[in-house]
T-cell receptor, first 113, second 112 residues
Framework: SQQGEEDPQALSIQEGENATMNCSYKTSINNLQWYRQNSGRGLVHLILIRSNEREKHSGRLRVTLDTSKKSSSLLITASRAADTASYFCATDAVRSTLGRLYFGRGTQLTVWP | SQTIHQWPATLVQPVGSPLSLECTVEGTSNPNLYWYRQAAGRGLQLLFYSVGIGQISSEVPQNLSASRPQDRQFILSSKKLLLSDSGFYLC???????????FGSGTRLTVV
């Protein structure tokens, strides 16, 4: 079953603008991860935030985690056309000892030049 | 460095035909291995995972099976494909204690 759900399903912005995507999940987690998928390709790991962390940065990416609300957000600052892709959150449930990840349906981000 | 290979990239198969998709990992040992399926415009559904040779766990009942004959080889199979088996199949690996998956480039399967 899917654990995470991203919102919005689609997001269209101009280059230079910031893009914010949200993820909600259902059960307690060990960590939450964000992945990117270019059309027709495999997923690429972007960033991981542990359940005891509230915010994490990596380059133009900023991830927040609110475990009380069971939600996370991914912010891409100063977006570029090359950021156009689908973005997925994935959670590693607390009860899972085997590192199984459950993915949401993703947010399709389109950045117009 | 670790790499993951998945093939073929695309496949068109008739209903009722068998299926074999292969995934291999290089540069690591004892990886956890996973097969996911992604339907058009949908998220990823975990199909199978394996923590060692011959150890396969299935997430959902389906028309597919998986095998791990060698430490770094993971195979997805079907004896008779259904139309509903069409989709984008992704193999991934991870290491216990290391976080984050590495995905293969995927196989797009179309059952006609």
């Amino acid at each position: 079953s899917q654990q995470g759900e991203e919102d919005p399903q689609a997001l269209s912005i101009q280059e230079g603008e910031n893009a914010t995507m949200n993820c909600s999940y259902k059960t307690s987690i060990n960590n939450l991860q964000w992945y990117r998928q270019n059309s027709g390709r495999g997923l690429v790991h972007l960033i991981l935030i542990r359940s005891n962390e509230r915010e994490k940065h990596s380059g133009r990416l900023r991830v927040t985690l609110d475990t009380s609300k069971k939600s996370s957000s991914l912010l891409i600052t100063a977006s570029r056309a090359a950021d156009t892709a689908s973005y997925f959150c994935a959670t590693d449930a607390v009860r899972s000892t085997l590192g199984r990840l459950y993915f949401g349906r993703g947010t399709q981000l389109t950045v117009w030049p | 460095s670790q790499t993951i290979h998945q093939w073929p990239a695309t496949l068109v198969q008739p209903v009722g035909s068998p299926l074999s998709l292969e995934c291999t990992v290089e540069g690591t040992s004892n990886p956890n291995l996973y097969w996911y399926r992604q339907a058009a415009g949908r998220g990823l559904q975990l199909l199978f995972y394996s923590v060692g040779i011959g150890q396969i766990s299935s997430e959902v009942p389906q028309n597919l099976s998986a095998s791990r004959p060698q430490d770094r080889q993971f195979i997805l199979s079907s004896k008779k494909l259904l139309l509903s088996d069409s989709g984008f199949y992704l193999c991934a690996w991870s290491r216990t204690g290391l976080l984050g998956y590495t995905f293969g480039s995927g196989t797009r399967l179309t059952v006609v």
